[in-house]
């Protein structure tokens, strides 16, 4: 047989927060019933999605998580990016929910991959279909890169905000001369993006204000657009 289509069941403790926050990514509502038990589903394209409520539900302490395949993670996560600024005029980078950021994930053969942290506090992770990407980026050869990747490791695939904090505060007091100034301002705005995640503004405005002020030629510029990009969105945040 062929065709199969799985979609994931996860819980929340409102399926109309649920319903909500999808609706900003732009998801549409395929059902929902209150009775005999409350859930929702939502779906965008070929995305689907179903949830139910459990009263009391804690969405902190939910180990509710799927994978999500798709060709163009960059193109989902603008995507969902553009909703939050419409609905919220920010995107969400702290609490729950929130979103991180595309990133080359060592731990998944260095394929690229974002984390949607949904109002049930479920972990809709995101990666590039291996089938369909181009061959992933060498493994980072700079100390500093080494540092992000096993940073975004704990992070962004585990949750374990404090000990990606511990790697890049290790690897930015140590600076070496030969550091590579990109990689250094990628380093500062991931950790400024950490430091927003835990309610830390005034590291975040710090990391934030040293990596405005990290000498780059046109060339290093052009490659720290990203990070750049995503320090615009954590400078929004902070306001």
Not at 62 to 79: K, N, P, Q
Request: glycine letters at 8%; aromatic letters at 6%; a negative charge.
């Amino acid at each position: 047989m062929t065709n199969e289509v799985t979609v994931p069941l996860l819980p929340c403790a409102s399926i109309d927060d649920i319903e909500a926050f999808y609706g900003v990514l732009g998801f549409r509502t395929t059902y929902k019933q209150r009775k005999p038990n409350a859930a929702v589903g939502v779906q965008r394209e070929d995305l689907h999605l179903q949830f139910f409520e459990i009263a009391g539900f804690d969405p902190e302490q939910s180990y509710g998580s799927c994978v999500v395949l798709t060709a163009d993670i960059e193109g989902l996560h603008g995507a969902f990016a553009a909703g939050m600024r419409a609905a919220y005029g920010k995107v969400l980078v702290s609490g729950t929910p929130r979103m991180t950021r595309p990133r080359a994930r060592k731990n998944a053969d260095g394929l690229g991959g974002f984390t949607v942290i949904d109002p049930g506090g479920n972990w809709i992770r995101v990666f590039r279909n291996a089938a369909t990407a181009p061959m992933p980026a060498a493994t980072p050869a700079g100390r500093l890169a080494k540092a992000l990747a096993n940073a975004v490791v704990q992070a962004d695939s585990r949750g374990s905000v404090g000990q990606a904090v511990r790697i890049l505060d290790s690897a930015l007091a140590r600076p070496q001369a030969d550091d590579d100034p990109v990689e250094q301002v990628e380093v500062l705005v991931y950790r400024a993006e950490l430091a927003t995640m835990l309610h830390d503004p005034k590291t975040a405005a710090e990391m934030l204000a040293r990596a405005q002020s990290v000498t780059l030629t046109e060339a290093e510029s052009e490659r720290a657009a990203p990070a750049f990009d995503n320090a615009a969105d954590l400078a929004a945040a902070l306001r």
